[in-house]
Each structure stands twice: as structure tokens, then as C-alpha cells.
């Protein structure tokens, strides 16, 4: 089964297969190297952390289809730590919004692959994010919106755990909650690391978990790299009712690029020739061992 060929028409019918996701987590990982290696700059660090939740969300959670990004049906979602548009955009072309080989033109003059993601350059963007805090409240109007139209589509958003440190996210997480927006979905990628350090170090939001329940949120906690939690999460979420739901995915900042893997210092910087053929080369090894 190749990435282009993995459609999700409705939730119900169709269940990607775990050995799958991890393969195409994997070209998401190289897509994710390929693209700030040709761009010599860009957030490779939180776009490898959060791979598989972007590779979850549109090979199977996400009712979206590239032939039709502007179906008033399709689900919806932000990005809402927009400087991980790489991540973003490779999984975006796995679903085949795009050419593979177009993440090559990342941040290049022209293209439509931009540093942040850009809903007036790509079809399939529905919110162009990057100004961190703001794309929680973004998608809680979207969720709030299809509950005054009778819609069923849902409404999914990535935040990071620095980006959570924002006023503006918890101002939205208590809208969501009083607006009963069940159709809504957080996922916080806590991989424990922003540009400066540990979230620890910087400001610690932690307890995570007990903030959101506290704004009345339903709140899961997952290993987010592992297919099977993530799976039931999110089906978890489709059952909850009345009240939003958070996932708390804690990950590691970097994961499967061994001299990335819980270095800060990969938050915003790119590989260069010696340390790309690296990462290509661990990542292939990993994808020939599934």
C-alpha cells in the first residue's frame, strides 16, 4: 500500500494498518530532513516529535481529501505551532496534496511551501499559523462554527508545550469548554524542549494534564509515538461528549535522528550535507527494519 493510496472517506470505514503508519512515518521523517536541508534553515527538532501525529492524523483520523481540500464537510486543521510546518507539509504530501518532491522548495523564493504555513499559497492549509498561542482560538472557531451550522466535522489542533505558555491558549481553552465544543480536539506535542531549553527552565506548564482539566477539558495521556495509543485516543475523543478533549502526546524533540534526538539546540536549525546523509541513512535503516 503506498501513502497516496491511504483515503479515509469515513472514520468508520477504514483502518490504516500500524505497520503501515510506521512506514510512512518514516518518509514523513525524511521528508521532514529532505525539506530544511534544501531550505539551510527551518525547525526540523518539533517536526520529527510530533511525525507521528501528523502521520496518524492524515493517513486515518482526518476526514480530508486532496482532490477536494475545500469540501465544507472536511474536517479541520491548525497548526497552531506553525514553525513546524515541515513536519506539516511532508505528511501533506504522503496524502498527496502535493509532490513529494516539492519539499525540496521549502522556504525558497516563490514557493508554496513557506517557513509558516500559508492558507493563500497550498490548498489543504486551513489556517496559516505561527504566531504561537493563536491557533487554538482559530480552531475553536471552526469548532464553533459547525456546531451553529448543524456540521459534523471536527476540528483538530497541535500546539506545542512551550507554545502552551501563552495567556491567549488558556483564554481559548476556556471558550471551548463553555461553548461545549466536543467537536474539538487539542493535542499538545510534549517533548519537553523550546528554543531556550526545557520547558522546566523557561516557564513549566506542568502539570499539563491538570490544567486542561481544570479548564474542564477531557484529557488523555499518550506515548506519542506509539500508533496504538494514538489510535485510541482519538477514538476516545469521537466518544466524548459536552466537553472538549485534550491529548497529552509527550514525545521526544528529534526522534528517530540520533544526533537530534533531546537537543534544544535542533529546535531551529538546519542539517547540513554530512549531518543530512546521516539522518537519511538512520531513517532508512529504520524503515527497512519494519
Not at 38 to 51: D, E, I, M, N
Amino acid at each position: 500500500m503506498t501513502p497516496q493510496s491511504i483515503f479515509k472517506i469515513h472514520q468508520e470505514e477504514y483502518t490504516v494498518n500500524t505497520q503501515d503508519l510506521k512506514k510512512v512515518a518514516v518518509e514523513v521523517r525524511k521528508g521532514i530532513i529532505e525539506a530544511t536541508h534544501s531550505a539551510k534553515s527551518g525547525h526540523p527538532g518539533g517536526s520529527l516529535s510530533a511525525a507521528d501525529i501528523f502521520t496518524y492524523l492524515y493517513m486515518e483520523e482526518l476526514n480530508v481529501d486532496p482532490q477536494d481540500p475545500k469540501n465544507p464537510d472536511r474536517d479541520r486543521f491548525v497548526l497552531s505551532k506553525g514553525h513546524t510546518a515541515p513536519g506539516y507539509y511532508s505528511a501533506m504530501a504522503q496524502k498527496g496534496y502535493f509532490p513529494v518532491e516539492e519539499l525540496k522548495t521549502l522556504r525558497h523564493t516563490g514557493a508554496r511551501l513557506q517557513g509558516h504555513p500559508s492558507m493563500n499559497y497550498l490548498p489543504g492549509i486551513d489556517m496559516s499559523s505561527g504566531s504561537l498561542g493563536q491557533g487554538i482560538s482559530a480552531a475553536c472557531g471552526m469548532a464553533l462554527a459547525a456546531k451553529m451550522q448543524n456540521k459534523d466535522y471536527r476540528v483538530y489542533t497541535l500546539l506545542g508545550d512551550g507554545e502552551i505558555q501563552e495567556g491567549q491558549v488558556w483564554e481559548a481553552s476556556m471558550f471551548a469548554a463553555a461553548k461545549k465544543l466536543d467537536n474539538l480536539v487539542v493535542i499538545v506535542d510534549n517533548n519537553n524542549l523550546q528554543i531556550d531549553g526545557t520547558i522546566e527552565e523557561v516557564n513549566s506548564p506542568y502539570p499539563i494534564d491538570k490544567k486542561f482539566e481544570a479548564f474542564n477539558f477531557h484529557v488523555i495521556n499518550i506515548d506519542g509515538h506509539d500508533f496504538d495509543q494514538i489510535r485510541a485516543a482519538f477514538k476516545e475523543a469521537r466518544e466524548t461528549k459536552g466537553v472538549p478533549t485534550a491529548i497529552i502526546a509527550k514525545t521526544i524533540k528529534g526522534k528517530d535522528v540520533s544526533f537530534m534526538e533531546n537537543q534544544a539546540s535542533w529546535h531551529g536549525a538546519a542539517p547540513n550535507d554530512e549531518q543530512y546523509a546521516q539522518a537519511i541513512a538512520e531513517l532508512e535503516r529504520i524503515g527497512e527494519a519494519l
